[in-house]
C-alpha cells in the first residue's frame, strides 16, 4: 500500500495538550474548580480530536511523523504514527477523556485534587506518547514515565490496602520495566538505532543466544504490564484500590501498553519470519491460552466487583498475546481490535462498578441483589458491556473473537478454539450472574445501611460518559465492516506485519 | 590544535585570589558575599569562554614553572578537563548562593568562604594539570583545604571524622606520589597530554603494582570500597559542604584521577595487554552493589546519601575499567550527571534541616506537603538516581550498559539493572514519606526554605532534566565528553 511520510506537529499535540493540562491543574484551581474542569476538558477533547483525526488520516494511507528532541548524539525523541499507534493513540484518548468526565462526579467529595487531575493528564500525555512512539528508545521514555508515574493514581485513596496495592504495584512494575530496558538496550546493540517501520530490525546473524535473551526479557518485561499469568500479582490489587475511573484506564488501556508494546516489538523489533525461524511463539500462544483460562476461573469466585473485572482484565488481554503469538494474519487483526473492544467494554464495566459503589455504597457483587430498579441506566450499561465481553454478536467483542476464531483456524490451531470459547464461556459465568441479580433479585435491605429501594441513578455527568462507551461498544460492532473504523486500520497494521 | 592560553592557568586561579580577598575581608558580611559570587562568577565566565574553542578542537595550555626538564606547574585545558571544570564551576556558583543562605547564623563564616573558595581553585587546578606532578599537588592541597570544611562545627564527633578524613586521604596522596614519581622513572614524563605514556617493556609486574598504586590512591577519594570508610564521617560536616566533598569537588576528583590514570597514563591499549582491569571492573561493581544495599538502610538522610555516593561514583569506574568508547562514555557524563542530582539531593536535606532540624527519613512524613517545592526537586533526582528515561541518570545507564554489551561483559548490563532497582529502593520510600504519609498534627509550621536555599535547588533539579533529555543544548558538555572519547581511543 502506499504511504506517505508527513512532517506534521499534531502527534507532538497530542501529547502536549494533556501535558500542559497536568501543569495547568493547580493554578487553574486557584480560579476556580470549575474553571479547571471545563480547560482539563477542553484540552483533553482536543487531544481526543487530534488522535481521532490522526487515526481517520492514517486509515486513509497517511502516515505522519516528528522528531522533537535529539536525546543522544544519533538517537532522537521521534513520534511516527502509523496504523497501529493511530488506532491504539485514539482508544487512550476518547476512553481518557469520558473518565475525566466521569471523574468530576465521582471524586467530588475526594480530597486532593489537585494531585488526582494533575497525574492523570500526565499519564494520559505519557500514553499517547507510548502510542505514537517512532522508535525504541522513545518507547521506553513514554512507557517508563507512565508506569512509575502512575504511582499516585493507584494509591489515590491512600487506604492502607491501596498503599499495599501501590507498593506491590511499584515494585512489580520497576521489575518489568528493567527488563524492558536490557531488552532494548540489548536490540540497540545488535541493531543499532533504528524506526520501527520495517517488519523487524533484528536479523538472525546474531546468534540463536542471544535472540533469545532479547525476545524473553522482552515478553517478561512487558507480560508484566499485559499481566501475563505469572507475572499479573499487581493486577487483582491495583484496580480494587484505585478510584473507580483510574481503575477504567488501568484496565482499559493501561494494561493494554503492555500488549501493545508486545505487538510492537513481536512484528516490529523481531517480524513474522525471523519469528517463525525461531519457533518460539508456540510457548508465548501456551501461556497465553493458559492465562485467559486460569484467571477466568479466579474471577468466576470473586466477591469484589472491582476485583472480579480486574481478573477479567487479565483474561482477556491475554486473548490479544494469544491472536498476537499465533503469527496469522486474521488473529493479528483480531488482537489489535481486541484492544479497543475491551478497552471500552471494561472501561463501561468499572465505571458501572465506581457507580455502583457512589451510588449504592455497594463494593460486593453479593450486594447488587435488585440494583437494575434502582439504577435502570447503569445496570443496562453493564449488562451490555458484559454481553460484550462474553462475544455476543453484534456487539464489539464479538467481532475481536471472531477474527481471533479465523486466525486460529487460518493458522491450523482448531485446538485453541477450545480456549477461545471457554473463555468467553468463563465471561459468562463471572458476569452474567450479576446482571441476574440486578435484574431478577429483590434488593434486601438493611437496616444499618443507606440502602433504599427508590431511585438513585448517577447525575448526568457520570451517566453521559457511561452511555458513550456503551455506545460505543455497540457501535464498534455493528460498524465493523465500515472503512475508517478499527478494522480497517488493524489490516493495515497486519498488512505491514506480514507484507 | 594547542593555544598558548592564560586562561588555563587563570581558571585555578582566580578562586585563589578570591579566597585571599574573603580572608582579607574580615567579618564583613557584604564583602565576603560579593567576593564569593563575583570570583564564581568570573571563574564561570572564564570557563565558558573556553567552551566554544574546546568545542572546536582547540586546547588551551599554559606553563607555569618548570623546575626541571619536563617537571613542573602547566595547565592543559583538553577536552576531559573542559567537561570536569564547567561542571564544576557551574555548580560552584550555586553552591556558593546555597552556602550564602544556608551559613547565615553559624560561626567562622570567614575560614567558611575561604576554604570553599580554595577548594575550587584546587578542583579546577586538578581538571586542568597537564602533569601528575601538578595534578599531584592541586589533589593534596585539595584535601587540606577540606579539612576545615569537614570540621566546621568543631564537635568532638566532627574532630574525629576530619581526623579519619585526613588520615584515608594523605595517605592515598602519598600513594599517588609515589606512582607519579614511578610513572616518571618510567616513562621520562609525566605529562597527561597523551593516549598514555607507559611502555610495555617495563615490565607487567612493575606495571601492575604501579597502577595498583595509582588507582589505589585516587581510589580513597573516588570511595572504592574498601577505602570507602571516611566518607560517610565526613557528613558531619555543614551540608554545603557535603554538596561540595561529594558531588563536585573531592570524590569527583579522585573519580576524574582515575580516569586520567586509565586513560592518559597508561591508555586503553597497554591496559587491555595487561588485562588488569577486569578486577578493577569487578571491584566498582561490588561497590556499586554493595553501596546500595548498605544505603537501604541508613535512616539519616545525609548518611543514605553518602551510601549512594559511594554506589554511584563506582559507575564512574566501572566505566572507564570497561575501557570501551561507550562505557568511557558514560563515566564521563557520569560526573555531570551525578554531580547534579547528588548536589539537588543534598541541598534538599539542608533545606529540610534548616527549616525543621529533622535529619532522618522517617521523620519526613508529610514534609512533600509544606516543602512541596524542595521535594519535588529531590524526587528528580530520585528518579534520576533511578535512570528513570529523560532524567540524567538514564544517559548514564544507557551508555553504561552499552558499553558493557560493547566489551561482551553482559553482566555489567544486569549490574546496571540491579543498581538501578536498588536505588529505587532507598530513594522512593523517602519520596512516598514525603508526599504519602501525613505529618504528624502537632506540629509547627513549616515553610519553604528561603531563595537563597530554594533557587540552587531547583536550578538544580532543572538541570537534572536538560542533561537527561537532550544532547543537543548548546553549551552542555556532552559534545566534550565525545572529543574526550575519541581522543582517548584514537578514533
Same mark, same amino acid.
Given at each position: 500500500m502506499e504511504t506517505e511520510v508527513t512532517r506534521s506537529f499534531l502527534p507532538l499535540a497530542a501529547f502536549l495538550l494533556p501535558l500542559a493540562g497536568a501543569v495547568l491543574t493547580m493554578p487553574l484551581r486557584r480560579i476556580s474548580a470549575r474553571v479547571r474542569d471545563i480547560t482539563l476538558l477542553a484540552l483533553t477533547a482536543l487531544a481526543a480530536s487530534v488522535a481521532v483525526w490522526l487515526a481517520a488520516r492514517v486509515a486513509g494511507g497517511a502516515v505522519y511523523e516528528i522528531y522533537i528532541l535529539q536525546l543522544t548524539p544519533d538517537i532522537w525523541m521521534y513520534l511516527r504514527v502509523d496504523a497501529l499507534g493511530a488506532l491504539f493513540g485514539a482508544t487512550v484518548a476518547v476512553l481518557w477523556m469520558l473518565a475525566l468526565v466521569y471523574s468530576w462526579g465521582y471524586m467530588a467529595e475526594g480530597h486532593r485534587l489537585g494531585r488526582y487531575y494533575s497525574f492523570f493528564m500526565l499519564s494520559l500525555a505519557w500514553t499517547m506518547g507510548v502510542a505514537y512512539s517512532g522508535n525504541l528508545l522513545t518507547f521506553l521514555i513514554f512507557y517508563e514515565l507512565f508506569s512509575i508515574l502512575t504511582y499516585p493514581l493507584v494509591v489515590h485513596e491512600q487506604t492502607p490496602e491501596a498503599m499495599a496495592a501501590g507498593t506491590k504495584y511499584i515494585i512489580y512494575i520497576l521489575v518489568g520495566g528493567s527488563l524492558v530496558l536490557l531488552a532494548i538496550v540489548l536490540t540497540y546493540f545488535a541493531a543499532g538505532d533504528q524506526t520501527l517501520t520495517t517488519g523487524g530490525i533484528l536479523s538472525a546473524e546474531i546468534g540463536q543466544q542471544r535472540l533469545f535473551a532479547i525476545f524473553w526479557c522482552y515478553i517478561a518485561g512487558f507480560g508484566v504490564k499485559a499481566a501475563l499469568v505469572p507475572l499479573h500479582g499487581w493486577v487483582p490489587d491495583a484496580h480494587p484500590a484505585a478510584p473507580a475511573p483510574f481503575s477504567a484506564v488501568l484496565s482499559g488501556v493501561m494494561v493494554a501498553a503492555g500488549s501493545f508494546g508486545i505487538m510492537r516489538v513481536l #512484528?516490529? %523489533? #523481531?517480524g513474522v519470519e525471523l519469528l517463525r525461524e525461531m519457533g518460539v511463539m508456540s510457548m508465548i500462544t501456551i501461556l497465553a491460552g493458559f492465562t485467559v483460562l486460569f484467571a477466568a476461573v479466579l474471577a468466576v469466585n470473586q466477591d469484589n466487583l472491582k476485583r472480579r473485572l480486574a481478573y477479567s482484565t487479565i483474561s482477556q488481554m491475554a486473548y490479544v498475546v494469544l491472536g498476537v503469538s499465533l503469527l496469522g494474519f486474521d488473529s493479528t487483526i483480531g488482537a489489535i481490535i481486541h484492544v479497543t473492544n475491551h478497552a471500552f467494554m471494561k472501561g463501561g464495566l468499572f465505571l458501572c462498578a465506581g457507580l455502583f459503589i457512589r451510588r449504592l455504597g455497594v463494593h460486593r457483587v453479593s450486594q447488587l441483589d435488585g440494583a437494575a430498579k434502582r439504577m435502570p441506566i447503569t445496570a443496562a450499561g453493564f449488562a451490555i458491556a458484559a454481553l460484550g465481553m462474553i462475544g455476543t454478536p453484534p456487539l464489539s467483542g464479538f467481532v475481536s473473537k471472531w477474527y481471533l476464531g479465523l486466525g486460529m483456524l487460518e493458522t491450523g490451531n482448531p485446538l485453541l478454539l477450545v480456549v477461545l470459547l471457554g473463555g468467553a464461556l468463563l465471561a459468562a459465568v463471572y458476569l452474567l450472574p450479576i446482571v441476574y441479580r440486578m435484574y431478577f433479585r429483590e434488593p434486601v435491605l438493611t437496616a444499618d445501611d443507606k440502602i433504599t429501594a427508590e431511585g438513585r441513578e448517577a447525575p448526568a455527568s457520570m451517566l453521559v460518559p457511561l452511555v458513550i462507551v456503551t455506545l460505543l461498544t455497540i457501535a464498534l460492532g455493528l460498524s465493523a465492516s465500515l472503512p475508517g473504523m478499527p478494522v480497517s486500520l488493524a489490516r493495515m497494521a497486519a498488512e505491514t506485519f506480514f507484507h | 590544535m594547542e593555544v598558548v592560553d592564560a586562561r588555563a592557568a587563570l581558571a585555578p586561579a582566580i578562586s585563589l585570589v578570591c579566597a585571599a580577598l574573603v580572608f582579607a575581608s574580615a567579618d564583613n558580611t557584604f564583602w565576603r558575599r560579593f567576593f564569593s559570587i563575583a570570583a564564581a562568577l568570573a571563574k564561570l565566565v572564564i570557563v565558558m569562554s573556553m567552551l566554544p574553542g574546546s568545542l572546536r578542537g582547540v586546547v588551551y595550555t599554559f606553563k607555569l614553572v618548570e623546575f626541571t626538564e619536563g617537571v613542573g606547574l602547566a595547565f592543559r585545558a583538553d577536552a576531559l578537563g573542559m567537561f570536569f571544570s564547567v561542571v564544576s564551576s557551574t555548580l560552584w556558583l550555586i553552591t556558593t548562593i546555597y552556602a550564602i543562605g544556608y551559613m +547565615?547564623? +553559624? =560561626?567562622?563564616r570567614r575560614r567558611f568562604f575561604g576554604f570553599f573558595a580554595l577548594c575550587v581553585s584546587t578542583t579546577v587546578g586538578v581538571a586542568f594539570a597537564e602533569n601528575l606532578l601538578t595534578m599531584f599537588l592541586f589533589y593534596e592541597s585539595l584535601t587540606i583545604c577540606t579539612y576545615p570544611l569537614v570540621i566546621h562545627d568543631e564537635t568532638p564527633e566532627a574532630m574525629k571524622a576530619g581526623r579519619k578524613y585526613l588520615i584515608y586521604t594523605l595517605t592515598g596522596g602519598a600513594l599517588v606520589l609515589l606512582g607519579s614519581i614511578v610513572t616518571y622513572q618510567l616513562a621520562g614524563t609525566m605529562t597527561l597530554s597523551q593516549p598514555g605514556i607507559l611502555p610495555l617493556e617495563a615490565g607487567r609486574t612493575t606495571l601492575t603494582v604501579l597502577f595498583v598504586a595509582l588507582i589505589a590512591g585516587f581510589g580513597v577519594k573516588a570511595a572504592i570500597m574498601p577505602l570507602h570508610g571516611w566518607l560517610p564521617s565526613a557528613m558531619v560536616a555543614p551540608t554545603p559542604v557535603s554538596a561540595l566533598l561529594h558531588a563536585v569537588a573531592v570524590v569527583k576528583v579522585g573519580a576524574f584521577g582515575i580516569l586520567r590514570i586509565i586513560y592518559n597514563i597508561f591508555g586503553v591499549a597497554l591496559l587491555r595487554e595487561l588485562g588488569i582491569c577486569t578486577w578493577l571492573a569487578g571491584l566498582a561493581a561490588f561497590t556499586i552493589l554493595a553501596a546500595s544495599v548498605v544505603a537501604i538502610f541508613q535512616d539519616n538522610l545525609k548518611r543514605r546519601l553518602a551510601f549512594s555516593t559511594i554506589s554511584q561514583l563506582s559507575y564512574i569506574v566501572l566505566g572507564a575499567a570497561l575501557l570501551t568508547p561507550l562505557a568511557a562514555t558514560a563515566a564521563i557524563v557520569h560526573i555531570a550527571n551525578q554531580a547534579f542530582a547528588k548536589i539537588t539531593m543534598f541541598f534538599v536535606a539542608g533545606s529540610i534541616q534548616r527549616a525543621t532540624g529533622k535529619t532522618t527519613v522517617h521523620e519526613l512524613a508529610g514534609i512533600g506537603f509544606r516543602m512541596p517545592y524542595t521535594m519535588a526537586a529531590f524526587t528528580i533526582a530520585a528518579l534520576s538516581f533511578i535512570g528513570v528515561p529523560l532524567f540524567a541518570g538514564f544517559v548514564t545507564k544507557w551508555y553504561l550498559s552499552l558499553g558493557a554489551l560493547e566489551d561482551g561483559a553482559w553482566w555489567y548490563a544486569l549490574v546496571m539493572l540491579a543498581s538501578a532497582l536498588l536505588n529505587a529502593a532507598y530513594w522512593l520510600p523517602v519520596v512516598y514519606t514525603a508526599f504519602f504519609k501525613t505529618a504528624p498534627t502537632a506540629e509547627v509550621e513549616v515553610h519553604e526554605a528561603h531563595w537563597t536555599m530554594l533557587g540552587p535547588t531547583l536550578v538544580c533539579a532543572v538541570f537534572v532534566i536538560i542533561l537527561g533529555a537532550? %544532547?543537543? %543544548? =548548546?553549551?552542555?558538555p556532552f559534545a566534550l565528553a565525545s572529543a574526550a572519547v575519541k581522543f582517548v581511543f584514537g578514533m
Open positions: #512484528f516490529q %523489533v #523481531f | +547565615e547564623r +553559624e =560561626p567562622n537532550t %544532547v543537543s %543544548v =548548546p553549551g552542555m
